[in-house]
């Protein structure tokens, strides 16, 4: 068998160890995504870096953060960014290059860069906002009208978080007492799941007849809040067909999901506040028009009340002129009368004289005359008087209705009749009926 020249592993590997002590003596700023992260109970952190291209892995690395070393980075990264360093993000950390005989490569981060991280999200945010203004989902929301009083409102955040609680009493416990109907849609509100959570309940919203969809979410970090600049996230903000309002962080913080939506506010106690001034400006809208009528009405009325005050005036003296007009004609035609009277007096007199006694004797012959006739008219009458008929053994019979009953047609049997006598009366029932035309052979009802 031939002899083969050869080296043992452990040779093997501390030249391998020396190789790379020479090709990397120092230290090297790297760009990689945080794949694993474990904390161990020793202080030590352990991790694995790698760099993916079109969603697939291309290159992988360990590493670990020594314990003396692990508190202070993750203490400056948190207090730089307020995002605590986790599996998913992207850092730029400051890493020697280790070889070591028993577990091959590692990289010890000693240091690491913030502002890498937030550089990132940065750019990945400015091409977003570009690509939104080039498609045309900017301005999409702000042709959308909200209704003058909104009051089915859809709200998409965690129940648990505080912000929505602090919104919720001050919309609903509003002393002015408006009513409002709140529907609340369940979403993370953070990490690489709340876009898809918040464009889910996006879509049950757009499904139903709300007036308005509010996405809330309280303060947090940069990172906490960089899911609202998540370019998909904006597209469906954009394209839903209810007015969509946000209130996300505070006030240095604008979003995408800010600028895409119909309008924003920076705390979700100002959210309660958009709305509750929406109703204070209709019940104030309603205040100034019911001002308004009362006075155009006290107007009319004033005016009307003038124009009669007016009328009355020029009705009082175009009749006082009336008046006087007439008074001087008949004064002139009393004039006139009188002086034809005159003249005309003398034959009156004569003729009056002559006509009085013919007068007299003709009004004795007709009073002579009337005498006898009312005389006889007063005998005629007093022979009818019923109260003489009644006396000679007749009555006077008046049916139900009380009216005088002339013929046995308008009676029924069982009905009740008056009688009437000369000396009083009495009520009878009726039992039988007789007919004189129909009843020939009955003629006495005794």
């Known amino acids: 068998m031939e002899a083969r020249d050869y080296i043992d592993l452990l040779e093997l590997q501390t030249r391998i160890k020396e190789s790379i002590a020479d090709a990397f003596p120092g230290r090297y700023w790297v760009k990689a995504e945080i794949a694993s992260w474990s904390p161990r109970a020793n202080g030590h952190c352990y991790l694995s870096l790698a760099q993916s291209r079109g969603g697939k892995s291309i290159a992988e690395a360990r590493a670990m953060i020594w314990s003396w070393k692990y508190p202070q980075l993750t203490q400056f990264f948190e207090s730089s960014t307020g995002q605590k360093l986790q599996a998913g993000i ?75 609680q602090d919104f919720r009493n001050h919309l609903l416990n509003n002393p002015e007492g408006y009513a409002f109907r709140l529907d609340l849609l369940e979403a993370l509100m953070q990490g690489e799941q709340a876009p898809a959570s918040i464009m889910e309940a996006l879509e049950e919203a757009g499904e139903q007849n709300y007036d308005a969809v509010l996405i809330l979410r ?25 007015p969509v309002v946000t209130a996300i962080g505070h006030d240095k913080d604008v979003h995408i999901a800010d600028m895409v939506a119909h309008a924003s506010v920076k705390t979700p106690t100002a959210l309660a506040d958009l709305f509750l001034e929406a109703y204070a400006a209709q019940d104030a809208l309603l205040d100034r028009l019911g001002r308004q009528v009362t006075l155009s009405a006290q107007r009319v ?27 001087m004609l008949l004064q002139r035609s009393i004039g006139r009368i009188s002086k034809g009277l005159l003249h005309k007096y003398a034959d009156v007199a004569r003729l009056r004289d002559n006509a009085a006694h013919r007068i007299k004797f003709a009004a004795m012959a007709k009073v002579s005359a009337e005498t006898s006739r009312v005389a006889l008219k007063d005998a005629l009458i007093g022979a009818s008087d019923p109260r003489k008929i009644l006396g000679l053994g007749y009555v006077l019979v008046t049916g139900k209705d009380n009216k005088v009953l002339k013929t046995v047609d308008r009676v029924a049997i069982g009905d009740r009749i008056g009688v009437r006598f000369s000396d009083g009366s009495l009520i009878a029932k009726v039992d039988e009926i007789y007919s004189d035309h129909l009843d020939q052979s009955k003629k006495s009802i005794a």
């Open 301 to 327: 009325l004033s005016r009307e009340e003038l124009r009669l005050k007016t009328l009355d005036a020029q009705v009082h003296r175009a009749i006082q002129g009336r008046l006087a007009s007439l008074e």
């Open 90 to 164: 992207t850092v730029l950390v400051q890493v020697q290059v280790n070889f070591s005989e028993l577990y091959g490569v590692s990289l010890f981060i000693e240091n690491i860069d913030p502002a890498f991280t937030l550089g990132e999200k940065a750019l990945e945010r400015k091409k977003a906002i570009e690509k939104l203004t080039a498609e045309g989902y900017m301005d999409m929301q702000k042709e959308l009208a909200l209704p003058d009083l909104p009051y089915r409102l859809a709200v998409i955040t965690s129940q648990t978080a505080a912000g929505y």
């Open 218 to 242: 309280g303060g947090g970090s940069e990172l906490d809040l960089a899911c609202f600049d998540d370019y998909d996230l904006a597209v469906a903000i954009a394209t839903c067909p209810v």
